[in-house]
């Protein structure tokens, strides 16, 4: 994004796939899949710490772990570089490593996966409910074998997975539940957040998510020891300086991006809200397309407001998102392709066969609708009027909002 974007305080970008949102409706701006904020406070909060000369690790980094702590009923927070890096620091923390099996979904971005083979330990990829597009927990059973050390449900789209249902999994064969809830900010199942069912849960601070850091990530758990753990494992291995305890790597973050996540979090309660205020809009509105189902006892926060399209699979749904982007509305795929079809997962396909029929029709039936807090009125109704017009329904029929 460029410094006007940020200036202006909405950086836009078409998607993680590419989308470039050029329209062909003369005179009217694209509107974007997803829309970054990085506002005048954020700028006003980086320039405060690197004028500090505390940068890393520092003051804003425990502050940011102390607050985060609120949306994930106070567990302990460790704050890493990113992601990525807080779940592969919690499999290495708990011990999980070569010789061990991992289930995951294989309809998430490769992240989830990628961490289970750093670690060395195999993923297993299990197939997904069709209606929250997250592990359903009989095909989580099915794939437990002798080597499964844990289940790393995916709260995909901001949906939470079923983690009463994993739970009992997880329960019945003594796994570890490691929550990748890097979609997921502030969603809740019964009024729990995600994050605090599992032995530890994981949140994305990357830009296009419900809240960012710049780049970031924050591992929380309830268990003291593996906090301990980690807090040594993100900082080779030190609490004290050169008193290098065991072997870490460098995951730090910096006070930079903390200082950026503390105004952030701030923002997040309506932000969430007003995504939900767009979701329910495009429920409303939208025709001919499958609006995203919501789970009883669900509050989605709405990362994506993902749709099936209607037709005959991949041809059909690429066809439509191409024509949604001449109507001037920028849609993004995630995810085209499930992992275990992946180029660097074709060791691990190679190793068995997998049947996920589920996984399968959801990359070659979804679709991502602009749903991000910065959308307009005007532009939601473009949404909603070009999505319907492309399923027949005319230019602007089922507008209501
Ligand atoms: C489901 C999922 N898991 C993990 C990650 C990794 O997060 P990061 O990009 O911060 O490393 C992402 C981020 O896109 C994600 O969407």
Not at 114 to 125: H, Q, T
Not at 137 to 161: F, I, S
Not at 281 to 297: E, I, K, Q, S
Not at 367 to 372: D, E, G, I, K
């Amino acid at each position: 994004m460029t410094v006007e974007e940020a200036e202006s305080g909405r950086a836009r970008t078409g998607a993680g796939t590419g989308t470039s949102t050029g329209s062909d409706v003369p005179g009217e701006r694209p509107v974007a899949a997803a829309a970054p904020v990085i506002g005048s406070e954020e700028v006003a909060a980086v320039v405060r710490v690197m004028r500090s000369g505390r940068v890393v690790q520092g003051p804003e980094v425990a502050a940011f772990e102390a607050e985060f702590g609120a949306l994930v009923g106070g567990r302990h927070c460790v704050a890493v570089n990113s992601g990525t890096s807080a779940l592969y620091a919690v499999l290495h923390c708990m011990g999980i490593g070569p010789g061990d099996e991992v289930i995951v979904p294989s309809f998430s971005f490769a992240a989830s996966a990628n961490a289970v083979r750093l670690v060395g330990a195999e993923p297993v990829f299990a197939d997904i409910d069709p209606g929250s597009f997250c592990l359903d927990p009989e095909a989580v059973a099915a794939a437990v074998g002798p080597r499964t050390a844990a289940v790393m449900p995916v709260h995909l789209y901001g949906h939470p997975a079923d983690m009463a249902g994993i739970g009992r999994v997880a329960e019945r064969h003594g796994l570890a539940v490691v929550e990748d809830a890097c979609q997921a900010h502030g969603a809740t199942l019964h009024g729990r957040p995600v994050g605090t069912f599992g032995t530890a849960g994981c949140f994305s601070f990357y830009p296009t998510k419900n809240m960012h850091a710049l780049e970031g990530g924050m591992a929380v758990t309830e268990d003291r020891e593996l906090t301990r753990r980690l807090r040594l494992f993100r900082n080779q291995g030190m609490e004290q300086r050169y008193r290098n305890e065991v072997v870490g790597a460098n995951l730090r973050m910096t006070d930079v991006n903390a200082a950026v996540g503390r105004v952030q979090l701030r923002r997040l309660e309506e932000w969430t809200k007003r995504r939900r205020r767009n979701a329910k809009t495009l429920d409303a509105g939208l025709r001919g397309v499958v609006v995203p189902p919501v789970a009883a006892g669900v509050e989605h926060v709405y990362h994506q407001y993902t749709v099936r399209v209607p037709g005959n699979g991949r041809a059909d749904r690429d066809a439509f998102a191409a024509q949604l982007e001449r109507r001037g509305v920028g849609g993004a795929v995630y995810y085209p392709v499930p992992i275990h079809r992946l180029p660097s997962f074709a060791e691990a396909a190679a190793s068995r066969t997998w049947e996920l029929p589920e996984t399968e029709r959801a990359a070659a039936e979804v679709l991502s609708l602009p749903v991000h807090p910065s959308l307009s009125d005007e532009e939601l109704r473009r949404v909603v009027g070009a999505a319907n017009a492309l399923c027949g329904f005319g230019s602007g029929a089922g507008v209501r909002s």
